[in-house]
C-alpha cells in the first residue's frame, strides 16, 4: 500500500519566492497533518485537518503560511513570500485516529 | 506549559552494546509513541504504550511506560549499525483526541 506521498522532496528557492509543498494521505485516513522539522526547535505541529477540516492551525508561524485540504486526498502547505528562517523539513502525516500518525519522508526546503 | 524532555540528545556506541533513551513527561501522559527516523528519511512508528508499567518489544528493541505515566525509556539490546537514526517520543496527553507532541529526539550512531 503506498504510504503518504510528498512532494517536492528537495526545493531551493530564493527570499521571496512562493513555496507550494504538496502531500497525498494514506487513503481511508481522516486525519491530516502539517509538522515542520529544525534543528533548534524539533518536530512542531503546524496545522491538523478532520475530514478535510481545518482543526487547528495555531501552529502556524505567521500569516505568510496557509494550508488547505481541498479534498480527502490532496492538501497543500503555501508559504509566500518565504524568509531564509523558513529553511526546514516540512512532513505531512496522516492517520485514522488522531494519534498512531503515518508520516511521509518530508520536503526538505531551502529558502537562500 | 506541557513539557517533553528527551535524554541524551545524542549517543554514539559501539556494535553489539546495550542502550537506553528516555523520555520524561511534565504531566501524566494518556499515551506515549515512539518513532525511529532514519537519517533524511521520515518517521516510522515504532510502538505505543498506554498503560502504567507496560512493556513492548518489537526485535531487539523494548520501551517500558513508568507507573506514573510519565517517564518512558526505549532499551536497544546488542545494537547495530541499522540501529542507527534519531528516535522521538511522542505525547498524547489529551486522552486521545489531541495530536501528538514530540520530543526534539535522540541522535543515536552505531559505530563498528
Known amino acids: 500500500d503506498a504510504g503518504v506521498i510528498q512532494s517536492p522532496r528537495h526545493e531551493v528557492t530564493e527570499m521571496g519566492q512562493e513555496v507550494t509543498l504538496r502531500c497525498k494521505p494514506i487513503?481511508?485516513?481522516?486525519?491530516l497533518f502539517w509538522y515542520r522539522q529544525t534543528m533548534m526547535r524539533g518536530l512542531e505541529l503546524l496545522i491538523y485537518f478532520n475530514n478535510n477540516v481545518p482543526i487547528d492551525d495555531s501552529g502556524m508561524p505567521e500569516d505568510r503560511f496557509s494550508a488547505k485540504m481541498p479534498n480527502a486526498s490532496f492538501s497543500t502547505l503555501k508559504i509566500q513570500p518565504s524568509e531564509p528562517r523558513d529553511s526546514a523539513v516540512y512532513f505531512c502525516?496522516?492517520?485514522?485516529?488522531?494519534?498512531?500518525?503515518?508520516f511521509g519522508e518530508g520536503s526538505w526546503l531551502t529558502v537562500v | 506549559s506541557q513539557e517533553l524532555e528527551q535524554s541524551p540528545q545524542s549517543l554514539i556506541v559501539q556494535e553489539g552494546k546495550n542502550l537506553t533513551i528516555n523520555c520524561t513527561s511534565s504531566?501524566?501522559?494518556?499515551?506515549l509513541y515512539w518513532y525511529k527516523q532514519k537519517y533524511g528519511e521520515g518517521l516510522i512508528f515504532l510502538m505505543m504504550l498506554q498503560k502504567g508499567g507496560e512493556e513492548k518489544s518489537h526485535e531487539k528493541i523494548t520501551a517500558k511506560l513508568d507507573e506514573k505515566k510519565q517517564q518512558s525509556s526505549l532499551h536497544i539490546t546488542a545494537s547495530q549499525p541499522s540501529h542507527a537514526g534519531i528516535y522521538l517520543c511522542g505525547a498524547d496527553w489529551g486522552s486521545g483526541n489531541t495530536p501528538l507532541v514530540f520530543g526534539k529526539g535522540t541522535r543515536l550512531s552505531v559505530i563498528a
Open positions: 487513503s481511508g485516513h481522516d486525519y
Open positions: 502525516a496522516s492517520s485514522e485516529r488522531v494519534n498512531t500518525i503515518y
Open positions: 504531566k501524566t501522559l494518556y499515551g
